[in-house]
Every structure is written in C-alpha cells, then in structure tokens.
C-alpha cells in the first residue's frame, strides 16, 4: 500500500463548481499534512496546512479524519485559474525524513 | 526577495558523465532536500541534510551525491551510475526540518539524457 494516496483525476468541473479531493494515507503517527499545488512543469506551492479542526482559506476548506486516516480538500465557486494539480502531503514519521508526496490529483476547470 | 534558486532551468547529460544541479537558497533555512519528479508521478525524496555538513540518503539515493559545506548551498550530482536519470529535478527547504513544517520549493531542473 502507498504511503499516500490520490485518486489521479482528471477531475473536469464547470467554472464555479464545488469540487472535493480525498486522500488516504498509511501511517497512523502522522502529524503533520499539507495541500500542495503544482502547475504543469512547475514548482508544488503549498496551498494550506490541514489542522485537526478543519481550516479554511477563502474559498479552500481542509479536513482532517485521523479515524479514517484521510485528508480532504474541498474548493469553492471553482475559477479556472484553480486549473493544477493537487498534492496530498503527509509527515512519514517524528523523525528527521520530513514529508511524503502524494502523486496528485488533477483539476481541469471548464468555462 | 528571499527564496530558493536552481541553476540551470534545463540540462542535457551524455552517457557516462556526471553532472552537478546548483541550489542554493536565501532564507538562513536549516534543512534542505531533493527530489525527483518522473512524469505522472509524486515526488521521492533523495537527499536532506538538516545541518551543515551532515546529509542523509533518502528513498533514492543511489547514483546520486550530495554535499553541504555551506547552509546556504545543497549541490546534487547525477551520477554515471544513475541509468535513468531524466527527471524533473526539486529542491526544497524548510526552517529546522521539523516535520510540522512545509517546505518551500525552487524552481525545478529538468535533466535529459542526449
């Protein structure tokens, strides 16, 4: 089993849809997640940390399911510039090898 | 503006050399990493060091070196031992390395073999 996992996509929504990611991830001891952004044949960009009690950031809202073991991502009133790919990242351990990459679940919005 | 740079954008290896990817970074961040991006793929860790002059091998390491003389500076070296070496090229870093902590990118180097 990965250690991250993401539905690839594509996911093809209309401009100003709501539209929601899941990740699932391996490690019961992670504490730490984080959705990233990646444009094609860019650099990820961190979109927002995931705290325990759920965060939004204007139109971005993260959930966290320690139970379930899965992180959401839940975007609003979609605009095309939302158009990337969405990077599930996880904390692997306490120790000093840091994050774990999901493979990215891709978002296509339409006019 | 503080942030990290990867020289160059793109680079072109021959069979059988090795080649080095510059990063350096600006934000007096202690902890740095690289990654290796294929295609439709996540990114896999191949190198970190947390401290000058300390460095550890990742998921991938092998056909690659790394050196940390300077805080500021974490060159990766391809290898000829690495076979496959094309690749989207990611360097990172973060304040301490604490794992509570997201990590902040440059821009990326694409290697290719000619």
């Known amino acids: 089993r990965k250690e991250v996992e993401q539905d690839p996509g594509p996911f093809n929504v209309p401009e100003g849809a709501t539209v929601a990611f899941n990740c699932t991830y391996s490690?019961?001891?992670?504490?730490?997640f984080f959705w990233y952004r990646q444009d094609c044949r860019k650099e990820p960009k961190l979109l927002m940390s995931?705290?325990?009690s759920g965060n939004e950031d204007g139109r971005f809202t993260a959930q966290l399911n320690r139970a379930s073991q899965y992180i959401s991502l839940l975007i609003r009133d979609s605009k095309l510039s939302d158009s990337a790919t969405y990077l599930c990242?996880?904390?692997?351990?306490?120790?000093?090898?840091?994050?774990?990459f999901g493979s990215g679940t891709r978002l296509q919005v339409q006019p | 503006d503080g942030g990290i740079t990867q020289s160059p954008k793109y680079l072109f290896r021959k069979e059988g050399q090795n080649v080095t990817l510059s990063c350096e970074q600006n934000?007096?961040?202690?902890?740095m990493y690289w990654y290796r991006q294929d295609p439709g793929q996540g990114l896999r860790l191949i190198y970190y060091?947390?401290?000058?002059?300390?460095?550890q091998k990742g998921d991938i390491a092998e056909g690659y070196s790394v050196s940390r003389e300077k805080k500021e500076s974490f060159p990766l070296t391809v290898t000829s031992a690495q076979k496959n070496p094309t690749a989207f090229y990611l360097c990172?870093?973060?304040?301490?390395?604490?794992?509570?902590?997201?990590?902040?990118f440059g821009d990326g180097t694409r290697l290719s073999i000619l």
């Open positions: 934000l007096n961040h202690d902890a």
């Open positions: 990242v996880v904390n692997r351990d306490t120790g000093r090898r840091a994050l774990t």
């Open positions: 990172a870093s973060s304040p301490t390395g604490a794992s509570n902590q997201p990590q902040h």
């Open positions: 060091s947390q401290i000058v002059n300390d460095f």
């Open positions: 490690n019961s001891a992670s504490q730490s």
């Open positions: 995931v705290y325990s």
